[in-house]
Each structure stands twice: as structure tokens, then as C-alpha cells.
């Protein structure tokens, strides 16, 4: 998916009985939906140069995935509000399964994550995640969220994180 631009329906790229490997986006503009791209179980993912702007969720909801590069992306006001002081987060989400599936080899690299509701990044369940080279700002509550990872790496250098409500990383 090459020089796109969406307003509604978002991108949802799932495995189910064929095999989906090599996906490359780039280059789009991904606004005004539910949840900017959500990957399930896909192997060998390129998300680049994309501007993911004003989703009522996560930018980009990976769940699980393997092999994902996220670079120079423009990552910004997504995620949602909702009643007694909880929310949809819009950063990206790295998570697995409920059923005991990781996402692994994920790397986040040369992007802008401001203004998201909720967290820039959250990993949960994940192993040998690296999150390198971003700028991370002005997300309500934490830069980069990382939570229920066992027996693997996050691998966090060189980010720019500042001025995010609780913390940069918790």
C-alpha cells in the first residue's frame, strides 16, 4: 500500500489460512478512524514514511507480529477519551495474545509520537523489541509504556522522550 490516504476505514491486515508475508505501507496518510493500521499475526511488516493522525484508538495495534519495522512515521493526536477517567490509547500498541502468542522482533525507529491519549508506545507480552532514534512527547500519561514482558528484551536508545504526563517510561 504506496501513496494512500484513508479517512474512515483504516488498514487491517490479519493472517488466516494463506500466509502474508513482505507487506510494505508507506507512505500514507491514515486518518479519522477507528484504529489507524492493526496487524494480526502478519510476519514481515514495513510501516514507513506514513502520517497517522486522529484515530479513535491506537495508531498502530500489532497483535501479535513478527518482524516489524515502524520508520519515520509522523505518529500524532490519536486514541480516545472515554468515561471515568479512562481511555482508548492512541500510541502504538505492541502486544500479544490472549492465548500466550508474542509479538518479537518489532523495531520502532526515526518517528515523531506526539498527542497521543493513554501512552507513545505500549509493549506488553512482547520479546526483542527495539525502540530507537524517536521523538516521544506530549502523550498524557507515558512515552513508552512497558508492562508483562518475560524472557526477552526491549531494547530502548537514543529516544528523545520529554514532557509526558506521568512519565517517559514506565
Known amino acids: 500500500v504506496t501513496n494512500c490516504s484513508t479517512d474512515g476505514a483504516g488498514i487491517t491486515i490479519s493472517k488466516s489460512s494463506i500466509k502474508l508475508t513482505n507487506v510494505d505501507i508507506s507512505y500514507c496518510i ?18 514507513s514514511f506514513c502520517r497517522i493522525q486522529n484515530n479513535q484508538g491506537s495508531c498502530i495495534h500489532l497483535y501479535p507480529s513478527f518482524h516489524v ?52 508506545i505500549l509493549v506488553e507480552s512482547s520479546r526483542n523489541i527495539e525502540i530507537c532514534y524517536n521523538s516521544i512527547f506530549d502523550n498524557p500519561w507515558v512515552g513508552i509504556w512497558v508492562l508483562g514482558v518475560s524472557g ?13 504526563g506521568i512519565d517517559g517510561i514506565y
Open 30 to 47: 491514515i486518518k479519522n478512524n477507528d484504529v489507524g493500521i492493526r496487524a494480526v499475526n502478519i510476519d514481515f511488516l514495513n510501516i
Open 152 to 164: 526477552g528484551q526491549v531494547n530502548l536508545y537514543n529516544n528523545h522522550i520529554f514532557n509526558n
Open 69 to 120: 519495522y515502524i520508520t519515520n512515521c509522523e505518529i500524532t493526536y490519536n486514541g480516545k477519551y472515554l468515561n471515568n477517567n479512562t481511555c482508548i490509547p492512541g500510541g502504538i500498541s505492541i502486544e500479544g495474545s490472549e492465548n500466550g502468542g508474542m509479538s518479537k522482533d518489532i523495531i520502532v525507529s526515526n518517528c515523531s509520537i506526539t498527542n497521543n491519549i493513554g501512552c507513545g
